[in-house]
């Protein structure tokens, strides 16, 4: 009866550890959770590698809400920098477009004077006469020099090209009875009286070539005309004063006499500064980029 007991015994024994070794061996095979294992000496807790350290991982390496949202630096500015290489192309082509309107020889003034409000920067030849005691100013403009020439019995220097004004002279066309507008060109602020600059104010009937300009709308954040010198090509009231047709016409550079105002002031090379605002928010693109990648990503401090 001892010895039964003592086999039966063993017996058990040896059946609970192989259920222990056997359920241990499982558990690795099967990369399960943490596990509460028996041993014959007790309990114990045996932390193993497995999804629980991989979700963990998974959950450190995951991106916040603030780092989508500072991801949208980089998308937006290289956004921008597309944006300023459109722009870019729009401008370039725009110059040359100013160009080649400027460039095509004059035509005379057509008989339908609201045929000219197409032919914007197109040169027109007219024939008449100054109204000199009706002109007017408009300013204050830089000066523009055309193609870098050398201005002949100028009232300029150097240091006065960025400050003066426009004379606006009304113009008695020979062939009509219309008063259409002349920008004779630009003077220095000393002499916006007429009386000093006497010499240049052409008498008699003349033939000059002139590139047709539209009026515009005020400009923001500019004023109101001062007295007689306006500050923009307001057309509507330019005729209201002078009597004159809502047609204004740059006077070729030409046109100047010694003493007078020095004409070819259209301006047909405009600002076009696109490139190097595209490379800025390519380079910010690029920067943000990268700092992105490196604390995000990364998780690398600066």
């Known amino acids: 009866m001892l010895r039964l007991c003592g086999f039966l015994k063993r017996n058990v024994l040896s059946s609970y550890k192989n259920s222990i070794q056997e359920t241990v061996c499982y558990l690795r095979k099967g990369k399960g959770l943490s596990k509460r294992c028996l041993s014959q000496k007790g309990m114990y807790d045996a932390s193993i590698r497995g999804p629980a350290g991989s979700i963990k991982k998974d959950e450190s390496e995951k991106i916040t809400p603030l780092g989508w949202f500072l991801l949208m630096i980089p998308i937006t500015t290289f956004g921008l920098g597309c944006w300023q290489v459109k722009r870019k ?85 020979a062939d009509r009875d219309d008063i259409i507008l002349i920008n004779r060109g630009w003077i220095p ?81 405009l600002h076009n500064d696109h490139l190097s605002y595209l490379i800025t928010w390519y380079s910010l693109s690029l920067a943000t980029s990268y700092l992105w990648y490196r604390v995000i990503i990364k998780r690398k401090p600066f």
């Open 189 to 269: 602020r000393k002499y916006l009286k007429p009386g000093s600059r006497e010499s240049g104010q052409i008498k008699g009937e003349l033939e000059l070539t002139g590139v047709v300009r539209k009026g515009e709308q005020r400009p923001q954040f500019t004023p109101e005309h001062k007295g007689d010198v306006f500050l923009y090509r307001d057309l509507p009231r330019m005729c209201q004063v002078t009597g004159a047709q809502p047609i204004l016409l740059d006077a070729s550079y030409e046109t100047t006499v010694p003493g007078g105002p020095v004409g070819g002031q259209t301006r047909i090379t």
């Open 89 to 173: 192309l729009w401008k370039e082509q725009l110059i040359k477009d100013l160009k080649h309107l400027t460039g095509i020889p004059p035509v005379d003034l057509p008989e339908d004077l609201d045929t000219l409000k197409d032919m914007e920067y197109r040169a027109v030849r007219v024939r008449g006469t100054f109204l000199h005691d009706k002109e007017l100013i408009m300013g204050p403009r830089s000066f523009v020099r055309p193609g870098g020439a050398e201005t002949p019995g100028g009232l300029f220097s150097q240091r006065d090209a960025g400050n003066g004004y426009w004379v606006i002279t009304p113009f008695q066309l």
